[in-house]
């Protein structure tokens, strides 16, 4: 064969392109096509939890198709990959953590692909509870991958080293995701923060994010949420330390202590059941999303702590554990769902005075959280907020620190990887834009090496 003609169809078969299907528009419904020849690879299938938190509670249960969440708004609109012929091709589904907007599209939209389901323990584990608890099915076979592993991933000409390698986030087992192509490594880093002194698992394996970058690293692909701050993200024991300080520096001896936050954040609700002990109080969580993520934790064996925890669930558990906290509030710490004045959650509900725990005067009302910066999440929060102050608690807000990453946290991991081209996501324009302004700043060409991109785009690599 001629050399010209061959080098021809080596590029055709092994060109390479991204395809940025959900998660750059908004925050949410995360999911990336990495194309490499006759194969497909995707990150992430995640929700777009806005739209369904503003679905009223009942309609909310009723919506369990593929079709009825498409109609929400709530699925990445993955359909792109039909009309360019590339859904035959999706050979994987890797999932980089086990937030909503990362997984929670999964049980929706799997089967349409002859492709595994591929994540950490606790995000498959929590994968299993979701569908379980929803009465769903999906054919496609589930994978563990421990953090700091690889996977093979079977392509129609070659396979496909996968690789999953810790990153610390706000929940367990969270990963950024390495596959490595003809033209090098494509990471995919949604979503990352640098935390240094995690309170619970391990650092982020610096080694092998500088080994792939000596390797040559094609694309990042990286979470932009916070790019705008100029700032490092603070560590997770930052946020023990607040939580501290509330707890053991107020005046509470007789007062309910109600705290609210993310039920995925492990890390998080192992410190509060410490303090809670440290006390003398006896931690309750209430909620089902707080018992499904509890329960994943316990069954990769990551909750060593439940033990000290009382979960209930449903309304009359619940009614019950709360009637017991009225008659005696100082023995309690409540943990509870709705942090982001979530209608139909239990502190909405606590606040509506719809059920059995009558707040008043001096009462602590925690957030150990911060708000989403979306409109339907800022407005539940406000009215929330409202509620509470009829009752003159004492509210603490944001006893939080994020799990996203600031400006300073992207400058170090784009230095510490060195892509050929950096894909800003997780976020709008201006989000995104704020990430491709620093990688400018740091000597990539706009359009050439950095590229912002929309839902339905595509990055040819190879041009």
């Known amino acids: 064969m001629h050399l010209g003609k061959a080098i021809k169809l080596y590029f055709l078969f092994w060109n390479m392109k991204i395809h940025t299907i959900g998660g750059y528009n908004e925050v949410g419904k995360n999911m990336t096509a990495l194309e490499v020849g006759e194969d497909v690879l995707l990150f992430d299938c995640g929700l777009f939890l806005p739209a369904i938190v503003a679905v009223e509670e009942q309609e909310r249960e009723r919506i369990p198709t593929e079709r009825g969440m498409r109609n929400l708004g709530a699925l990445p ?22 937030h909503l907007d990362h997984v ?7 089967e349409r692909y002859n492709a595994n389901v591929y994540g950490s323990p606790f995000t498959m584990e929590v994968l299993k509870i979701l569908m379980k608890d929803n009465n769903q099915r999906i054919k496609n076979k589930i994978i563990s991958v421990e953090p700091n592993s690889s996977v093979t ?29 003809p033209e090098g490594a494509v990471i995919y ?15 982020p394996n610096y080694k092998r994010m500088k080994e792939l970058s000596k390797m040559g690293v094609k694309a990042l692909v990286v979470d932009c949420l ?15 330390g607040l939580l501290e300080d509330v707890l053991f520096s107020t005046e509470n001896r007789n007062a309910a202590i109600v705290i609210t936050t993310f039920s995925s954040h492990i890390a998080r609700l192992k410190t509060i059941t410490e303090f809670g002990s440290r006390l003398g109080r006896e931690v309750i969580f209430l909620g089902r999303s ?26 009359k558990q619940v009614e019950k554990a709360l009637q ?29 005075n719809q059920l059995h725990l009558q707040l008043s005067k001096e009462d602590h009302v925690i957030f150990s959280s911060k708000t989403i910066p979306t409109p339907t999440s800022e407005a539940n929060r406000e009215q929330l907020n409202k509620r509470l102050k009829k009752f003159q ?21 784009i230095n510490l990887i060195r892509p050929e081209h950096i894909i800003p996501s997780h976020g709008d324009l201006k989000k995104t834009t704020a990430g491709a302004e620093l990688a400018v700043e740091m000597g990539y060409k706009l359009n050439k090496t950095v590229h912002l991109m929309e839902n339905g785009g595509v990055l040819d690599t190879g041009k």
């Open 226 to 240: 916070y790019a705008p701050d100029d700032r490092k993200t603070p560590s997770e024991k930052i946020a023990r």
């Open 189 to 203: 880093a949604n979503d990352f923060k640098l935390d240094n002194a995690p309170t619970f698992g391990e650092k």
């Open 77 to 98: 609109n993955d359909l792109y990959l039909e009309k360019k012929n590339l859904k035959s091709k999706v050979r994987a589904i890797l999932v980089s953590h086990a």
């Open 393 to 413: 608690v004492r509210i603490f807000d944001n006893v939080h620190v994020s799990g996203h990453g600031g400006r300073e946290d992207l400058r170090d991991m």
């Open 290 to 315: 707080l018992s499904k993520y509890m329960q994943a934790a316990k069954n990769v064996g990551k909750a060593s702590f439940a033990k000290n925890v009382k979960i209930f669930t449903y309304r």
């Open 104 to 110: 929670g599209a999964v049980p929706y939209l799997a």
């Open 153 to 181: 991933v079977r392509g129609k000409s070659r396979d496909y080293k996968v690789e999953f390698l810790n990153m610390t986030h706000s929940t367990l087992q969270s990963t950024c995701i390495a596959v490595h192509t």
């Open 324 to 352: 017991r906290v009225s008659k005696n509030k100082k023995r309690y710490l409540v943990v509870c769902t709705g942090h982001q004045g979530e209608p139909g959650s239990i502190l909405d509900r606590i606040a509506r």
